[in-house]
Nanobody, 125 residues
């Protein structure tokens, strides 16, 4: 059974950090690019970052460049999103998703084959 499970969300103060994990099972993560999306209340889901299957390419939305880093450990079938200098506007449910090989149209939801259930990130003092 194909499954993506996010973890690592929580409540953090502005300026703080969180590290999200996306654990894959039921398929070979080595062949898949992984994207991170987020959805704030009342807003559409938006693409945040993506890492290609070979780890050769990474992409970031302008809103998170310089603050978020995406990485992967294929041996552990896991992709990470290190989030630093968090801001209240980063508050959202964060989802990971998988598509074959590269980050084609990385911010487009229809490009992805599998989705996780999401993890809540709240940035507030």
């Amino acid at each position: 059974q194909v499954q993506l499970v996010e973890s690592g969300g929580g409540l953090v103060q502005p300026g703080g950090s969180l590290r999200l994990s996306c654990a894959a099972s039921g398929f070979n993560l080595d062949l898949y690019a992984i994207g991170w999306f987020r959805q704030a209340p009342g807003k559409e889901r938006e693409g945040v970052s993506c890492i290609s299957y070979s780890d050769a390419f990474t992409y970031y939305d302008d809103s998170v460049k310089g603050r978020f880093i995406i990485s992967r450990d294929n041996a552990k079938n896991t992709v990470f999103l290190q989030m630093d200098t968090l801001k209240p506007e980063d508050t959202a449910v964060y989802y990971c998703a998988a598509q074959l090989y590269g980050c084609s149209d990385y911010a487009g939801m229809s490009a992805y084959d599998y989705w996780g259930q999401g993890t809540q990130v709240t940035v507030s003092s």
